[in-house]
């Protein structure tokens, strides 16, 4: 079974703080993923990685970077934080194209901002 | 409007009741993903299908491409099936669009 652990099931950071997130796959995927969920408007994208040390953006990047320095870790950076990135964090990882594999999930890190 | 729109967004069933989840796009697609989440947060694949209908066990996922519509059903319901029931789409590489979820409650 597909493996993707999540470093935090929850994490409090203060305002301006630089806060990292990270998640290992261990089936050797090709592509990761990085997701917030919010209330209301499901799960957005904020950065895939098709390969070591590629990156894309998604949707809402803003105030976000990513590092993905070896194949199995994703790094989610939140350079100063913000309150309005208290949310729910999901990394997910999948193989070759999406469009064919599914993504495998983490359990997601519930991270407030204060 | 959503790309990917679902109803309905609760759901409150008794153990035993069949339940309907429905899906519709406005997109097209490759696949569809019917996903489960339970509290907690952790989500796991339940279906991914591009055409017809699929099953495992108790749970049925169906689409119809013409229609842009797919829907889950879940028969004889128990509580350990309360979850949030997410629908996405595959659209191209990479870019996949995710439904707000059904929330559902089954009570003994």
């Known amino acids: 079974d597909v493996k993707v652990t999540q470093s935090s099931r929850y994490l409090v950071k203060r305002t301006g703080e630089k806060v990292f997130l990270e998640c290992v796959q261990d089936?050797?995927?090709?592509?990761m993923f990085w997701y917030r969920q919010d209330p209301g408007l499901g799960l957005r994208l904020i950065y895939f990685s098709y390969d070591v040390k590629m990156k894309e953006k998604g949707d809402i990047p803003e105030g976000y970077s990513v590092s993905r320095e070896k194949k199995e870790r994703f790094s989610l950076i939140l350079e100063s934080a913000s309150t309005n990135q208290t949310s729910m964090y999901l990394c997910?990882?999948?193989?070759?194209?999406?469009?064919?594999?599914?993504?495998?999930f983490g359990d997601g890190t519930r991270l407030s901002i204060l | 409007k959503n790309e990917v729109e679902q109803s309905p967004q609760n759901l409150t069933a008794q153990e035993g009741e069949f339940i309907t989840i429905n899906c519709s796009y406005s997109v097209g697609i490759s696949a569809l993903h019917w996903l489960q989440q339970h509290p907690g947060g952790g989500i796991v694949s339940l279906f991914m299908?591009?055409?017809g209908k699929k099953k495992h066990g108790r749970l049925i996922a169906t689409i119809n491409i013409q229609e842009k519509h797919s829907s889950l059903h879940i028969t004889a319901s128990h509580p350990r099936d309360s979850a949030v029931y997410i629908c996405?789409?595959?659209?191209?590489?990479?870019?996949?669009?995710f439904g707000i979820g059904t929330k559902l409650q089954v009570i003994p």
């Open positions: 996405a789409v595959s659209g191209g590489y990479q870019k996949v669009t």
């Open positions: 997910a990882s999948s193989s070759d194209d999406y469009s064919n594999q599914p993504q495998h």
């Open positions: 089936m050797d995927h090709e592509n």
């Open positions: 299908l591009s055409s």
